[in-house]
């Protein structure tokens, strides 16, 4: 029997003496193996006759954990990919820091922080969402997702950052305090919970327009890759099972490096940033001891699976490799592989286990849906179904067809896109070709041209022509000139 010790390390940062000596207790109680969580914490399975002296020991350490339960998820960010895959944001690594320290309490319901100009976090996956303004700094957007249903409610004010923490505690409050309005309840309403919190306390300000969501595009994010002048080291692995030994020796050489963290990230990986270069042939030599494999193929990388699933992680494999063989392009496009009815993952495309008989105790035939997100954006709810049914052995070319509706819509958004940019170019250039012509003989004046005959030379404008400038046919004055489109004299 086997039971799974949950820790959180709030927005997936975790420091390398904290995870080293819980990595240390692990080795006492003789696992050899954790894994990372989808929402950035550490799992570690754990015998049941283990359990006590292994708890003991983070009791010691006054290490917070949960076992079997997930009462109290992880506060996500994208923190993991701050420096590295943003550019140009005021979101900075103090203010993550600011926001995860004054949040000193322990939500009950999934709670995300997350730069709007990323895609490598999933922004909505929580129930209270936090998105940073990209227009207005030190300020966010906030949209509720309700707890256990598809209600979702975008606020209309933006709130400062060192309000964020407060109003979690009171907005997590309301909801947990009138859990048949707000819980499992699919009318759930936004407006209802907004008029019992007090903002008097807060510093917001109205929401010019809702929050844009990045398009999904997903870096590659494993690998010793060169930033700025430092270099950051990203290591996936295939089973989601990192060694013991392995970590702890990461630890050590940050601890020796002086590196004061490391992250986990949505997709179960880690992520150890501002590595020097002095110091890369240490990591490089690391991943040699250990075996580990670097730069998998993208079509494995773009997976989600639930956590703690081995059927999951099995029927990716399945996928993966028939992707492979049709070398499938899958650029831009993020699976998702759901075998329980609650869970959730992060997808633009969505594998769905259910059985066509389920009843209590008794399940059986297994197919698979196959569901799109809107506009195949993961961070939109769903969107259509795409195929329903499918046994396992005809999935891989379903969910072949379905890469391939994505890359349909993408290209018909593409071209639309071209057409209008071409069009409106088009329109303006020809709201700025003008000439100027004389009312009574009709011509014409030309600033591109000039007129030789008066010594005007060519770009002169008609607004920068001398007061005795005239008509060269009828000698008419310059007043007598009038503007005209070109497109109307039909001149080319």
Known sequence: MEQTIIINFSGGIISPGNLYNILVATSKSRIRFVRFGLRQQLLVDIASYNLKAFTDELDQLGIDYEVDENNFPNIISSYPAEEIFIRNSWLTEGVYKDIFDAINFRPSVKVNICDSNQSFTPM?????NWI???QSAHYWHLIIRFPKTNVVYEWNQLCYTNNIAMMTQQIEAIINANPSAFIDNEKARGEKLFSLLNISNFITKPAENSVSLSSFNLPYYEGLNRYNNKYWLGIYRRDELFAVDFLKKICLLCLETKLGQLCCTSWKTIIIKGIDEQHKHYWNALLEEFEVNMRHAANEL???VEDHCVEGLELKNYL???????DTRTFGICFGIKTRKKSEVFSSILIRKRYLINLPGIKIFAVYDILCAKNFNPNERTGYVFSKGNPKSLLPEQVRRAVLKFYQARLGVKNEQLITQTSSDQLIAK???FLYQCS???TVYSEDLGDVTQGIVAGTKFDDLPTNFCCSLCENDKNN??????MALQIL
């Open 481 to 486: 000139f009038i503007k005209v489109e070109k």
């Open 124 to 128: 909505l996956t929580g129930n209270i």
């Open 320 to 326: 993966v490799k028939h992707l492979s063989v049709n």
């Open 440 to 442: 009574d003989c009709f």
């Open 431 to 433: 709201e700025i070709e």
């Open 132 to 134: 940073a303004s990209p």
């Open 302 to 304: 773009n997976f989600q």
